[in-house]
């Protein structure tokens, strides 16, 4: 009787590893000068960071006094109309509602999203929500935390801590205005949103 498959066709370890997809890294270095702000609410953020600067970086923290969604909405403030790309483990209705606002009112050109799979099991109502509300985008494995706004002359990263949730806790991040790492950034979340990565 002939067997139906040989210890040859078994998949050692090592043949396993060769089969994975290469799991690729970057990284950008840039200089700036680093401004590190906490402040009680969004207007002590209005207050400290005022105008941002090319080639600048504000790092801050907050206990509580806001939330990603209204960070996003004063940068949206200070640059006009642009593409928003962005991460995030989680998502709420409020931040989903934000972002079709913003779109609607014309202060998001154009909308890029990688939400996590997760959101799936843990709050299905939102994920079927973000879904239907959002065209560009791609539920994936992911806990990266960035957001990407650019146009013509602004280009600008919000990295930390903080999901697209009410953000109850210590959070920490730091906002960057360097068209490098903006584009870097923008590149490899497009790509996922594409099916490209």
């Not at 002939?2 to 370890?13: M, Q």
């Not at 504000?58 to 109309?81: H, M, R």
């Not at 494995?141 to 109850?168: D, E, F, M, Q, R």
Request: with cysteine; hydrophobic share 40%.
């Amino acid at each position: 009787m002939k067997a139906l498959f040989s210890t040859a066709d078994l998949i050692t370890p090592q043949k396993a590893e060769q089969l994975q997809p290469k799991k690729e890294a970057e990284a950008i270095a840039f200089s700036t000068e680093p401004v590190f702000e906490r402040g009680p609410d969004l207007e002590a953020i209005r207050a400290t960071i005022g105008e941002l600067q090319p080639g600048q970086s504000v790092c801050f923290k907050t206990d509580g006094a806001w939330s990603n969604y209204y960070l996003l909405e004063y940068i949206l403030q200070l640059t006009g109309p642009a593409e928003v790309c962005f991460t995030t483990w989680a998502i709420s209705e409020i931040a989903i509602t934000k972002f079709l606002s913003w779109q609607a009112s014309g202060l998001i050109t154009e909308l890029h999203a990688v939400i996590d799979v997760g959101l799936r099991n843990k709050k299905p109502a939102i994920y079927h929500r973000a879904a239907a509300t959002f065209t560009n985008l791609k539920f994936a494995h992911c806990h990266a935390k960035a957001t990407v706004i650019t146009n013509g002359s602004h280009h600008i990263t919000l990295i930390g801590s903080a999901n697209y949730t009410k953000n109850p806790r210590k959070e920490v991040g730091v906002i960057i205005w360097d068209k490098n790492i903006a584009l870097a950034n923008q590149r490899w979340i497009k790509e996922v949103t594409n099916g490209a990565a």
